[in-house]
């Protein structure tokens, strides 16, 4: 009997160190609070459902910059943006091309620690992946200025190898079309999984970030296409190998602009001199009278100001920003503007934003992984994003000696 039970652990314990394919589903912009609110919103994502049932998931600590590049990148490195030098948020008019490029990441990627370890990787539209040198890609690419479209064409254009989108074409026919969407994501990953059985294969998907951007975070739009999206994981997940492990992960939750506070004009407006930055989320101080005026005004309906970041804090996460002696975090719903003139508290955009600090209470995304030798149903509470990319490649039997943290696999298969 002990011999047998002896057998069974070595067994589940090897089955949790064996390398596994697997498969990363990025969806930009699920925000924690939504799916808490999933039951009570009727939200129809079965599958989504399913993957936290049946598998250990977590609150998700984003980065900062939080845009898409620059997160997913941090996804796939372990390091944060002012490390791997993807920092651009995805304000798109103003994203240089050359970020399209996978070979303007700095530090080692997931999927150069696959390659060197023998193992295929497919990228369906991940960000900074152009040119990756992996078997199959679908590069997030576009030309000119994109608006909410990213049109097809600049996608397939960088496709390796070139006749991919042909070949994805044949069993989808509907795959070719002017605009690229997160159909053309999923139809492309079920293809791969079918025909070339990646062992890692990392999708992203922007369609429900978009939407809330335009109709606002957690609209009834936005719930919609995040129906829709849930139904494109299940076709993922339909088409995906025995024993494979899916990873579902958004970097950034969102929030709305309903109120803007200008900083600057704020302390104009006191008679205080301080040199006052907006940026990453926070209002960041240099010198000790400005922020002594804020501090006054900390917990203030009026004003939006929330609390007071510990610097240690700050610099660790947002080292450029040497200068600043005090930085402050905005309450729900309000933004911070870099803006010099106008009123110091106004009505906002009421559109959908998440250029939050990453502690900005509340504020936070969702990671869950689920498949062979994936503890059932397990909450780790909250973690970081940059957690993510050592576990990935410990579930893949890979190396990212780069990253910053240590792989959460333990604690999810044990
Ligand atoms: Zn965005």
Not at 33 to 57: C, E, Q, V
Not at 159 to 182: C, N, R, T, V
Request: proline share 6%; hydrophobic share 45%; glycine share 8%.
């Amino acid at each position: 009997m002990l011999r047998f039970f002896t057998a069974f652990f070595l067994f589940t314990a090897s089955l949790a160190a064996a390398p596994r394919q697997v498969i990363v589903i990025s969806i930009d912009g699920i925000d924690a609070r939504l799916l808490r609110d999933a039951d009570s919103l009727k939200l129809k994502i079965p599958n989504i459902r399913r993957l936290f049932a049946t598998g250990t998931s977590a609150d998700l600590r984003g980065v900062n910059p939080s845009g898409n590049f620059a997160a997913n990148v941090s996804l796939v490195t372990g390091l944060r943006p002012a490390e791997h030098g993807i920092k651009e948020s995805d304000e798109l008019d103003s994203m240089p091309a050359r970020n399209f490029e996978a070979a303007t990441i700095h530090g080692q990627t997931l999927w150069q620690a696959a390659s060197a370890a023998g193992l295929k990787t497919g990228l369906v539209f991940w960000p900074a992946s152009a040119g990756a040198g992996v078997a199959f890609n679908l590069p997030e690419y576009w030309s000119g200025k994109p608006a909410r479209d990213v049109e097809f064409e600049p996608v397939a254009t960088h496709a390796f190898p070139a006749g991919l989108p042909a070949m994805i074409s044949k069993a989808s026919p509907q795959f070719e079309k002017q605009l690229w969407d997160d159909s053309s994501a999923a139809q492309a990953a079920v293809y791969l999984l079918r025909t070339a059985k990646p062992d890692l294969l990392l999708v992203h998907m922007s369609g429900f970030e978009i939407e809330q951007h335009e109709t606002s975070a957690g609209s009834v739009y936005a719930r919609e296409v995040l129906e829709s999206e849930d139904d494109l994981i299940g076709q993922i997940l339909a088409a995906s190998p025995q024993g494979a492990v899916t990873v579902l992960v958004s970097c950034h939750g969102f929030e709305n602009a309903n109120k803007v506070l200008r900083p600057k004009v704020l302390l104009q407006q006191a008679k205080v001199a301080a040199k006052i930055d907006v940026a990453d989320g926070l209002i960041g101080v240099t010198g000790k009278s400005g922020a002594d005026y804020l501090r006054t005004l900390i917990g203030n309906p009026k004003f939006g100001i929330a609390r007071e970041v510990p610097m240690d804090e700050v610099r660790q996460r947002a080292p450029e920003w040497k200068a600043w002696t005090a930085a402050f975090d905005t309450q729900k719903d309000w933004v911070a503007s870099e803006e010099a003139k106008g009123s110091a508290a106004s009505t906002g955009s009421h559109q959908g934003v998440h250029a939050f600090w990453p502690t900005h209470p509340g504020y936070r995304s969702i990671v869950v992984f689920s498949g062979q030798g994936i503890v059932r149903g397990r909450k780790l509470g909250e973690i970081d994003l940059i957690d993510v990319a050592p576990t990935l490649a410990e579930l893949l039997g890979v190396k990212l000696p780069q990253a910053k943290r240590k792989s959460l696999l333990p604690v999810m298969t044990h």
